[in-house]
């Protein structure tokens, strides 16, 4: 019930393409839902988070998707650049665990210029 | 930028010895967290402090795996005997509280330790 499942493992886009990854979960205590970006050599670093009392969060050009109802939320990378290549995470926490993070299995994306 | 600082980027061990890592928490921030992330997977909690004492350490190998954070700041990380099967990366991360509000929560991780057990 601890678990949060990743899809896709891996994701090549064009440069300017829109990159979606999404997340499902099923435990309903988690309420807190952070994705990290990782690029090669380095720890992952918060790139955005959503609350399940809001269905959208946007920051430039990453928005993340909730849908509460289905336990599930994505990651919509719009306008894709090269540098956006690295491996994203989706995670989740509640405060019943001492806000622990709870990560996907990640996904590795590419984009092609 | 303050940072987590992990020490060292790299270690290569061969199986039953021991090893150590070493983590630096941002200043001023309670909580700390290892993880241990398998080429390819998410990372996976392994002990999480709040200033000195364990929350959780509930996935943490405890016969082959230590940790502490004796004062409240830094960080050890200790496998003995090494397994190859511990080869991975071993992240750090800190927070400046676990609860509250959740500004207070964010974690921010180290650049972790690739341990490869030969």
């Known amino acids: 019930q601890q678990q949060v499942k990743q899809s896709p493992q891996s994701l090549i886009v064009q440069k300017g393409g829109i990159s979606i990854i999404n997340c499902a979960y099923e435990n309903t205590a988690f309420d807190y839902f952070p994705w990290y970006q990782q690029f090669p050599g380095k720890g992952p670093a918060l790139l955005i988070a959503i609350r399940p009392d809001v269905s959208e969060k946007k920051e430039g050009r990453f928005t993340i998707s909730f849908n509460k109802s289905a336990k599930q939320f994505s990651l919509h990378i719009m306008d894709s650049q090269p540098g956006d290549s690295a491996t994203y995470f989706c995670?989740?926490?509640?405060?019943?665990?001492?806000?622990?993070?709870?990560f996907g299995s990640g996904t590795q994306l590419t984009v092609l210029p | 930028e303050a940072e987590v600082a992990q020490s060292p980027r790299y270690k290569i061990t061969e199986k039953s010895q021991a090893v150590a890592f070493w983590c630096d928490p941002i200043?001023?921030?309670?909580?700390l967290y290892w993880y241990r992330q398998i080429l390819g997977q998410g990372p996976e909690l392994l002990v999480q402090f709040q200033d000195e004492s364990v929350v959780d350490d509930s996935q943490l190998p405890k016969d082959r795996f230590s940790a502490e954070r004796l004062k409240g700041v830094d960080s050890t990380l200790k496998i003995q005997p090494a397994e190859l099967g511990d080869s991975a990366m071993y992240l750090c991360?800190?927070?400046?509280?676990?609860?509250?509000?959740?500004?207070?929560?964010?974690?921010?991780f180290g650049a972790g330790t690739r341990l490869s057990v030969l």
């Open positions: 995670a989740a926490s509640t405060a019943v665990r001492a806000r622990q993070l709870t």
């Open positions: 200043s001023g921030h309670a909580t």
């Open positions: 991360a800190s927070s400046l509280l676990a609860g509250g509000p959740l500004a207070k929560n964010i974690q921010y």
